[in-house]
Structures are given as C-alpha cells and as structure tokens.
C-alpha cells in the first residue's frame, strides 16, 4: 500500500489538494476507519490529506450567541465524552461517544469523522439525530449547513461531496427539562460495533412528555429517525400502554438485515426492547430535572 500523505495547515489548503488530487484522495481525521478500509484494502486512495493540522476544526465548544455547541471536525470521542457542555446537556451523546471501540480508539476517532464514515451502526449518529445536529460542510464554493436526517444517504455514503469537508457539528440548546439516553447492543462488552443502537431525547413539562425524539442505528441501511414513535410519545402522560405502541412503531420502521453478528428478527425484537428502556430512563431523567 502505497500512498502520499499531505498535512494542509488551512482548510484553503486543504481545498486545493483536493481539487488538485480528487478523486483519488481521501481526507483523514483520526484514520481509524480510513487506514483499515486501506489496510484491507478495501480503498486505495493514492493521496492522504491529513486534517489535524488545521487549528479551526478543532475542539468542542460552546457558544453563547448562537447557543449552540460546536464539534469541531478534530473533536475526538474523548474530547465529546468528556466535554462539561455535552454533558451538561446531552449526556446520552456523551454516553454515546464513550462507548466507541476502546481507549485508543476514542483518543484518535472523532465524532465527525463516525458519520462521515457512515456506517449504519455508527456509535454517535443515533444521538445526533435525537438532538437534530446540523452538519456544516466547506466547499471550494462555500459552505452548506445540512441537517443530520439529510446528512446520510446509505451505507457508507453521505451527502460530502468529493471535493468537500466537514468542518463541524453544531447542536442547538435542547428544551427545558430535556434530557436523554443511548443504549447499545453488542455480543461483546467493549471493542465490538452495536447490533443494535437506540438514543432517546425529549422533554417533559408538568410531568407530560412535551416532545420526544426516537432513533435507531445498525437496524437500517442508514441511522434513522421513527417520527412514527416520537408522535405517539409528543404531548402524552406516558404510561405502558404507550411505551408499548412506541416499541411497535420502531419494530416496524426499522429494516435490520441478517449478518455474522446478528440475525435480522433478533435485531427487530431487540428494538422493541431497548426502545422502551431508553425512553424509561429518558423520562425518569426529565422528570428529576423537572423536580429540580
Ligand atoms: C478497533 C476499532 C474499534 C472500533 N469501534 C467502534 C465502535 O464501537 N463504534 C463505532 O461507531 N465505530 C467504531 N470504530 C470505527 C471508528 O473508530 C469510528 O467510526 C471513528 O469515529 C472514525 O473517526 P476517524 O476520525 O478515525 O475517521 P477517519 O478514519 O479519519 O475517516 C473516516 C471516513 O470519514 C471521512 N472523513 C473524516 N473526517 C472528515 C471530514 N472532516 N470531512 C469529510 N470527510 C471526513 C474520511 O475520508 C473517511 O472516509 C472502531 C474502529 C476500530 C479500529
């Protein structure tokens, strides 16, 4: 495996190797997909532009006047799992990001580049639909703001064009009394990708779930979002009966597939499981908040 490796020091430099070496570079943030996907073979890109040099794509933030917190495209997992704003506010994503493969991983992985990498099962992205993240991306013509629902197209494809970057992820201020919860299912404890993933966000007032958001990952060509759940849930005193008619409506959005990790009916029935314990914690988390 041969290849050239290029270290732009400015996102402008960045663009003119691209435009220079596309189609056949790939840019890398951490390389923990891309140097894999290399190793076996899988891509074999002639150019690799190294991102980490480039200082505005790093870190995690908050900003007060657009109230919203901005993940820097070299944000690692570590960085997102630790991060006192993510915490504060959307602990699940924090939960999320600090299940990811293990140590090592978290240290190099960043959290932009699990969703370029756009595999269905990956960790972050059912988290950063529940909060409806919007992905920035830079190109030589400008720059686009995409919602987290449209960033994904299919297995291992997004809406980056070739010739474009993602700078970062920004996640508006959630409600009051907002809080959620991921859960992950995989055969092994660390290490292993989730069978399946189900992140849980909403909102409580007076007791009542005001608003709720549903989604799912490794169940689907895509991470999705269940509308179909979150409408049964939006401006409900949830009880059973409802937690139940949640769990069905995810069984029946989701499209999971038969592989060597998992069968097809035991990822459907895992949904309707796991749906309804991460809304349990959700609300109870909520609801302490609300009690605050
Ligand atoms: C041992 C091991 C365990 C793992 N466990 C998990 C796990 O439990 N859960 C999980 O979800 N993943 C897991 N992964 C996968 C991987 O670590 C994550 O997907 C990680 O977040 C990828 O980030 P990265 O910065 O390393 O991306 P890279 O490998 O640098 O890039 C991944 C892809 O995204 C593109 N890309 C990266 N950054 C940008 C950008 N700013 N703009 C445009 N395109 C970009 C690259 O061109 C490449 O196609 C594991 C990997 C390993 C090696």
């Known amino acids: 495996m ?29 390389g923990t997909d891309l140097l894999v996907a290399m190793k076996m073979q899988k891509l074999s890109p002639s150019v690799v532009i190294g991102l980490s040099q480039i200082p505005e794509m790093a870190g995690v933030a908050y900003d007060s006047s657009s109230k919203a917190i901005r993940i820097g495209a ?30 090592q991983v978290r240290n190099l992985g960043t959290t932009v580049g699990n969703i370029c990498n756009a595999s269905p099962s990956a ?10 993240a919007v992905v920035n991306i830079a190109g030589p013509t400008g720059t686009r703001q995409v919602a987290i629902g449209d960033f994904f197209t299919g297995p291992g494809r997004t809406v980056v064009g070739g010739d474009e970057i993602v700078t970062e992820v920004t996640i508006p201020d959630p409600e009051p009394n907002s809080a959620g919860a991921y859960i992950k ?52 005193a ?30 459907r029935e895992m949904v309707g499981v796991l749906v309804k314990r991460a809304i349990r914690e959700a609300l109870g988390r909520s609801r302490n908040q609300e009690g605050d």
């Open 2 to 30: 041969r290849f050239q490796y290029l270290q732009p020091a400015s996102l402008q430099e960045a663009f003119s190797l691209l435009a220079q070496h596309s189609p056949q570079a790939k840019v890398m943030a951490g």
């Open 74 to 103: 070299l944000a690692t997992h570590q960085e997102v799992s630790s991060s006192s704003a993510i915490l504060e506010k959307f602990s699940h994503l924090a939960g999320a990001a600090s299940l990811v493969g293990s140590r």
């Open 185 to 236: 299912l995989s055969p092994r404890r660390a290490m292993d990708l989730a069978v399946v993933g189900v992140a849980v966000f909403l909102s409580v007032r007076n007791g009542v779930c005001d608003k709720a958001r549903v989604a799912l990952g490794a169940v689907a060509p895509t991470p999705i979002r269940v509308p179909d759940a979150e409408a049964i849930l939006s401006g409900e």
């Open 238 to 267: 949830v009880n059973d009966n409802l937690l139940e008619q949640a769990a069905q409506a995810a069984m029946k959005a989701c499209r999971p597939i038969s592989d060597v990790r998992s069968s097809a009916e035991y990822r």
């Open 123 to 132: 960790e972050t992205a059912p988290a950063l639909l529940t909060v409806e």
